[in-house]
């Protein structure tokens, strides 16, 4: 079983539709990441957050400590989101410790 | 500073040859990780410093393998003898302690 598990795997919507993307982790972590991935490899860091919830624009990431889950939102999603979601989770001291990935979730909106 | 910065971008290598990456940091970030990502997959640890000083190693950075940091600021990454299960996406990332990531555009390695 991997330490960090994220559902689902593959994702397809259409253009205005609210997306939710799931991380489930095992260990005791210091912060957990959401991640952004476009085609061609460069990794864009969308939240870092060790409680409640954060908001940037569309975007809400939640996380639970006491269930060790955190979910991904997307309001009114656009094309221009398709793009690999990655949860990673921190467990070392410190907020800025080396990282555990999920395999990252495919997401596609359709016009 | 324009971010993480690696290069080259792209590396097209015959099996057996050595290969270097470099990474540049911004450079006010203490920490500097090196992660690899094959396809389909998500990243996997290979290495981190704190300044100049490596403090960590996966299992998965095997003999093959040596980065550095010299003075703290750039890094580079060596692979010797490469093989094709070396072909992967190289990650650079670097943050300062307690704060979080920016992550480099990454170095995609083909073996042939």
């Known amino acids: 079983k991997n330490e960090v598990e994220q559902s689902p795997q593959n994702l397809t919507a259409q253009e205005g539709e609210f997306i939710t993307i799931n991380c489930s982790y095992s260990?005791?972590?210091?912060?957990l990441h959401w991640l952004q991935q476009h085609p061609g490899g460069g990794i864009v860091s969308l939240f870092m957050?060790?409680?409640g919830k954060k908001k940037h624009g569309r975007l809400i990431a939640t996380i639970n400590i006491q269930e060790k889950h955190s979910s991904l939102h997307i309001t009114a999603s656009h094309p221009r989101d398709s793009a690999v979601y990655i949860c990673?989770?921190?467990?070392?001291?410190?907020?800025?410790?080396?990282?555990?990935f999920g395999e990252g979730t495919q997401l596609t909106v359709n016009p | 500073d324009t971010g993480v910065s690696q290069d080259p971008r792209h590396k097209i290598t015959k099996r057996g040859q050595n290969v270097t990456f470099r990474c540049d940091p911004i450079?006010?970030?203490?920490?500097l990780y090196w992660y690899r990502q094959t396809l389909g997959q998500g990243p996997e640890f290979l290495t981190y410093?704190?300044?100049?000083?490596?403090?960590?190693k996966s299992r998965l950075l095997s003999d093959r393998f040596s980065a550095e940091r010299p003075k703290g600021s750039f890094s580079t990454l060596e692979i010797q003898r490469t093989e094709q299960g070396d072909s992967a996406m190289y990650l650079c990332?670097?943050?300062?302690?307690?704060?979080?990531?920016?992550f480099g555009s990454g170095t995609r390695l083909t073996v042939v």
């Open positions: 260990v005791g972590i210091s912060a």
């Open positions: 410093f704190q300044n100049e000083a490596q403090l960590e």
């Open positions: 990332a670097s943050s300062l302690v307690y704060y979080g990531y920016t």
């Open positions: 957050l060790s409680s």
């Open positions: 450079s006010e970030h203490n920490r």
């Open positions: 990673a989770v921190g467990s070392g001291e410190t907020s800025g410790s080396r990282l555990t």
